[in-house]
């Protein structure tokens, strides 16, 4: 059975720190790419970071940038957002997203596995 649980919200300060993380079950954690995205009350789900299925190679939506750090521990399951020095627009539900596509010529769906979400509120 498939399970993203995430952790780690909460209320946090503008200019304070928060650190979010998703352990995930029953599929191989290593051969996925790992996401977080988030969504906004009446805004659509955005992608906020990913990190590579090595976690060599990370991407941040251009707002987050030099603030928020995605992170990966294979041997653990797990996959961190560090959230540093968040502002009152980083308020949202925050989703943890596992992805795996198939290669070129390998004729399978792909997997896109999903948490449940963990509130996250930037308020002084």
């Known amino acids: 059975q498939v399970q993203l649980v995430e952790s780690g919200g909460g209320l946090a300060q503008p200019g304070g720190s928060l650190r979010l993380s998703c352990v995930a079950s029953?599929?191989?954690?290593?051969?996925?790419?790992m996401r977080w995205y988030r969504q906004a009350p009446g805004n659509e789900r955005e992608l906020v970071a990913a990190a590579s299925s090595a976690g060599g190679h990370t991407d941040y939506t251009d707002s987050v940038k030099g603030r928020f750090t995605i992170s990966r521990d294979n041997a653990e399951n797990t996959v961190y957002l560090q959230m540093n020095n968040p502002k009152p627009e980083d308020t949202g539900v925050y989703y943890c997203?596992?992805?795996?596509?198939?290669?070129?010529?390998?004729?399978?769906?792909?997997?896109?596995?999903w948490g449940q979400g963990t509130q996250v509120t930037v308020s002084s």
């Open positions: 029953g599929f191989t954690f290593s051969r996925y790419a």
């Open positions: 997203n596992a992805l795996w596509v198939p290669p070129p010529g390998v004729r399978l769906p792909k997997n896109d596995y």
